[in-house]
């Protein structure tokens, strides 16, 4: 799994991190997202794909 974050668009809504905590978090100083973990583990990959729906600023992109 690849996942990139398209920064220009992230809104810091926080959803990501909700979502996937393990592999997103925000910066403090505006609420961009932070990429944790950008090759997480398998069994993070349901909740990588959760983020990626979740987005209202269609922000992370997911390839496998």
């Given at each position: 799994?690849r ?9 810091g ?9 393990e ?6 100083e ?18 990588v ?10 922000a ?5």
């Amino acid at each position: 799994m690849r996942i990139s974050i398209d920064f220009d668009k992230c809104c810091g809504a926080g959803q990501c991190v909700l979502a996937a905590p393990e592999v997103f978090d925000q910066r403090d100083e505006d609420g961009i997202v932070i990429l944790l973990d950008p090759h997480p583990p398998a069994d993070q990959y349901e909740t990588v794909r959760q983020a990626e729906a979740v987005c209202p600023a269609a922000a992370i992109k997911v390839e496998q």
